[in-house]
């Protein structure tokens, strides 16, 4: 069974610290894995995805996230915070047709 | 250009009427997907069409009724609504191929349900 496992439903920094979200999955085969953003009344967009090539994966607005096998984990960093990175982020996981996401993390941005 | 559209983005009715909520896409996917988001921001998946064809129907209350007339269009309809059908109804869209999963999913911005 697939599932994903979003730590946190709320996270709070201050501009320009480190943004730390964190995923981990489960699958019963190798996954692909993605990073969505929800700004305030938009749908979902893509930051970034990791599909089997390099484990650091780069996304958009400066984050990146790692995929690390042996901790079934996916998490999302950004160095820096800016205020306009606040929004609801989720960890998706698909296999073949079907997508299972976490249940999101809220990221406020402190000035 | 719009890659998923949906209408209409805001709906206000009462309890016991029909709706319905429109989706299309103009990538060229070919499969299709209603997501329900409540006020938690919890994601749940409600049906998927691949090529106009119903592969994933999740425990939905059979008031709600997906139709995919081709496949870039997938619209769903609600009889008799309910207070608990209040929330923001998103359609997606991916292109599945070979290997492990399907391609990216593409969201519409929502569709805000409020029942009253």
């Known amino acids: 069974a697939q599932s994903v496992t979003q730590l946190g439903s709320h996270v709070s920094v201050s501009e320009g610290a480190l943004v730390l979200l964190r995923c981990n999955y489960s699958s019963s085969v190798p996954p692909y894995l993605f990073w969505y953003v929800q700004y305030p009344n938009q749908g979902l967009q893509l930051l970034l995805k990791y599909t089997s090539a390099a484990t650091l994966v780069k996304g958009i607005n400066g984050f990146e996230a790692e995929f690390k096998k042996s901790e079934t984990s996916f998490h999302l960093t950004k160095p820096s915070a800016h205020m306009s990175d606040a929004a609801e982020y989720f960890c998706a996981v698909t296999v073949g047709n079907q997508f299972y996401f976490g249940t999101g993390t809220s990221l406020t941005v402190i000035p | 250009d719009t890659a998923v559209s949906q209408t209409p983005k805001y709906l206000v009715t009462q309890m016991g009427n029909d709706k319905s909520i429109k989706c299309e896409q103009n990538?060229?996917?070919?499969?299709m997907y209603w997501y329900k988001q409540d006020s938690k921001k919890f994601l749940k998946i409600m049906f998927s069409?691949?090529?106009?064809?119903?592969?994933i129907n999740e425990t939905v209350p059979n008031r709600f009724s997906p139709k995919s007339p081709d496949k870039a269009h997938l619209n769903l309809h609600i009889n008799s609504l309910e207070l608990g059908d209040s929330a923001v109804y998103f359609c997606?869209?991916?292109?599945?191929?070979?290997?492990?999963?399907?391609?990216?999913?593409?969201f519409g911005e929502g569709s805000r349900l409020t029942v009253l």
């Open positions: 990538l060229g996917h070919d499969t």
């Open positions: 069409y691949n090529n106009k064809e119903l592969i």
């Open positions: 997606a869209s991916s292109q599945t191929g070979g290997g492990r999963g399907a391609g990216e999913l593409f």
